[in-house]
């Protein structure tokens, strides 16, 4: 829990720095390009969360992956918060970074889970009743197919659902049944 608001903290320090230099897009490409490269090395993360890795060594392997590829504010973010100590939750704040400009853009995910693939109308009607409801300028739709789902969908947007599914309505019918509420 500490790490998570160390790692905010870190991210909004960020994202103000980057706002002050005019340079918030494309530092959130630098976000972006660390978590993908965590994501397809998890063995950076677990040398960064190392506290045996000397600071010098995880400097050099951050530079070495990252130098010329990114801002210049982005490596010198990455050199203070290793030479902090820090390096543990330099992926956690990537995220956290990452999340904050969605906020900040009204940028939306919505998950989507449905038993067969949207339709273009489909995720053209989600995305507005998304931006109407949630008020968001942006969403971003991931989709996800279940075939258990016999039909309908499941769509959850941060911490809310909406079970459209036709399998959620025959178990809720099925309850009704048990009950005798029918």
Known sequence: MAENKAASRYAKSLIDLSNERNALEEIKNDMVLLVQVVDQNPELEAILKNPIVPLNKKTGILDGLFVGKVNEVTSAFFKLVVNKGRSA?????????????NAIKGIVTADVTSATEL??????????????????????????????????????VGDKQ???SIASSLNKLKKEFAQGIV
């Open 119 to 156: 339709t273009a109308e489909s995720r053209a009607e989600i995305e507005a009743i998304v931006k109407k409801e949630i008020g968001a300028n942006v969403v971003v739709i991931k989709e996800k197919v279940n075939d258990k789902l016999i039909g309908g969908f499941i769509l959850k």
């Open 89 to 101: 939750i330099l992926f956690d704040t990537a995220k956290a970074f990452l999340a904050q400009y």
């Open 162 to 164: 909406f079970d459209a």
